[in-house]
């Protein structure tokens, strides 16, 4: 059954014809210097300019909020330019992987979800529901639930064995059952396609899944496709940053990330 979120996702999919979401990480290292040298606002000037030569390619935006934060006060403020830049017919995810108990839970739901006026958020499971249930709880927005991450070193905890399983299996059995709660869909990675066949399984074909590691992190487009969208080839958001917002350091930087995000876009397509 689609939620408010998941209809908002397909209609944007439908109207861009695009799973492809651009992860907007503001690296100061990465930014092309001469905005830092011509600009009077060089953080919102590079968002805003890559915003507006993709948003006709994209189904979503997801602002990593650590690199927001790391820029203090003045980051929060770039953040909220930056969101509102976005069209309000496409998703934004904001990343940050929250989560703790009882009312420290409400306040993240809080700062995401109402001042910050989020579709999604990515949410860590570890504590349990009563850590995630606040999230949820919002119902015209949806939670990305870590399950199986992209990292390398993911193995660690998530290939855990309990009773025969891996752990991040428990996982998606565990945040399908939380759907009666909200609108909930799960972060699996594009570099470990079998799990992502998998888990789409577990989930069915309402669930939206966040896919990271296309792009730098080497992840097999076909496979990812094949494996993490449901039977009508959609609900999955591929999600790309590096490799789209920081194709050109050079004037053309907005440009070469359309460039690169209809390229993207486009091999997607390719097997939906």
Known sequence: ????????????IHKNNSLVCVGLDVDKDKIPSFLFETSDDP???????????????????????????????????????TINAIPDDIVVILD????????????????????????????????????????LEYKNTCSFILCRTSNQSAVEFQDLKIDDEPLYLHVAKTVKKWSEFGCVGLVAGATYPEELRQLRTVMGNDSPFLIPGIGKQGGDIKKTVTYGTNEKGEMAVINSSRGIIYASNSKDFAEAARKKTVELRDKINQFR
């Not at 989560?99 to 739901?109: E, P, R």
């Open 1 to 12: 059954m689609l939620t408010d979120f998941t209809k908002k996702l397909t209609n944007i």
């Open 43 to 81: 953080y919102v000037e590079f968002t805003t300019s890559i915003i507006n030569e993709t948003k006709d390619v994209v189904c979503a935006y997801k602002p990593n909020l650590a690199f927001y934060e790391s820029l203090g006060k003045e980051g929060d403020r770039i953040l909220r330019e």
């Open 96 to 135: 940050g992987k929250r989560n703790d108990i009882g009312n420290t839970a409400k306040k993240y739901a809080h700062s995401l979800f109402e001042e910050l006026k989020a579709d999604s958020a990515t949410v860590n499971p570890y504590l349990g529901i009563d850590g995630v249930k606040p999230f």
